[in-house]
């Protein structure tokens, strides 16, 4: 069955850094995401990424956050300059029209 | 705006004993509703999933859900609960059309004692 990869599994980071989450989707997939978890605390969306182009994006995505779509194949989050509350496992998502698959996440540890 | 409510938070059950977990929505419409079970540190796993059609889906592991429109509700059973089930498990909807995303509920942490 395809499955969404996610690079790395675990990433530490000093407080201040960027770091690039990286995922590939589901070839034939239409919608991309991004979700993140807080240790204990439930899944949130981040970003909705369709037709090359951000279609939706909460609160929590703020101007240090993006996403990019750089080759048709991976889709990336970067976070330009972490702070400790972005330690998190970060979920990325891809679906055909209905119908998600997950990735097995990112932990971000930002220390 | 959509919202899902997970009222137990944590749950304990004997091995062998049957589960309920309960989840209630908030959705103008029919919802596509959907479980998820998260071992620790692990990723997100697709249960099952409700499109339409038949109320009762089943899943994956021995593991059904049914649909009550008039409660709002997607509770998940199982008839006989195993000691591999013990994991935190996510009811989520998904609203129709575009790019709609999923929102989650806070999860009910599910312990089985032997």
Known sequence: EPEVTQTPSHQVTQMGQEVILRCVPISNHLYFYWYRQILGQKVEFLVS????????????????????????????????????????????????????????GTRLTVV | AQSVTQPDIHITVSEGASLELRCNYSYGATPYLFWYVQSPGQGLQLLLKYFSGDTLVQGIKGFEAEFKRSQSSFNLRKPSVHWSDAAEYFCAVEGQGGSEKLVFGKGTKLTVNP
């Open chain 1, 49 to 104: 990424f369709y037709n090359n182009e951000i279609s939706e994006k909460s609160e929590i995505f703020d101007d240090q956050f993006s996403v990019e779509r750089p080759d048709g194949s991976n889709f990336t989050l970067k976070i330009r300059s972490t702070k400790l509350e972005d330690s998190a496992m970060y979920f990325c998502a891809s679906r055909p029209r209905v119908g998600y698959t997950f990735g097995s």
